[in-house]
């Protein structure tokens, strides 16, 4: 069965730190780009990372120099470390891969930023 499954979301304050994981289902993992995207409410689901199964990585405008993205292929996992984060990055965070031309999603974690 194909899952992704998001943790280690939380409320942060301005500036600080937060490190999201997404446990994946070997199935999938292994040869795909794995991303996170977010959806604040009222507003659309957007990209915010992506990494390919060879450590290739891009990210959002908004997030760069901020956030990095991660895989560990031996674990079927990837990682979002968020730093200096800001009010406007709080949102619900999804783990997205595309696994034989159909789309998964996680269930998403809520990501709260405080000024």
């Known amino acids: 069965q194909v899952q992704l499954v998001e943790s280690g979301g939380g409320l942060v304050q301005a500036g600080g730190s937060l490190r999201l994981s997404c446990a994946a289902s070997?199935?999938?993992?292994?040869?795909?780009?794995m991303y996170w995207y977010r959806q604040a409410p009222g507003k659309q689901r957007e990209l915010v990372a992506g990494?390919?199964?060879?450590?290739?990585?891009n990210y959002a405008d908004s997030v760069k120099g901020r956030f990095i993205i991660s895989r560990d292929n031996a674990k079927n996992m990837v990682y979002l470390q968020m730093n200096s984060l800001k009010p406007e990055d709080t949102a619900v965070y999804y783990c997205h891969t595309v696994h034989q031309l159909r789309n998964y999603w996680g269930q998403g974690t809520q990501v709260t930023v405080s000024s």
């Open positions: 990494i390919m199964s060879g450590m290739t990585t």
């Open positions: 070997a199935t999938i993992f292994k040869f795909n780009t």
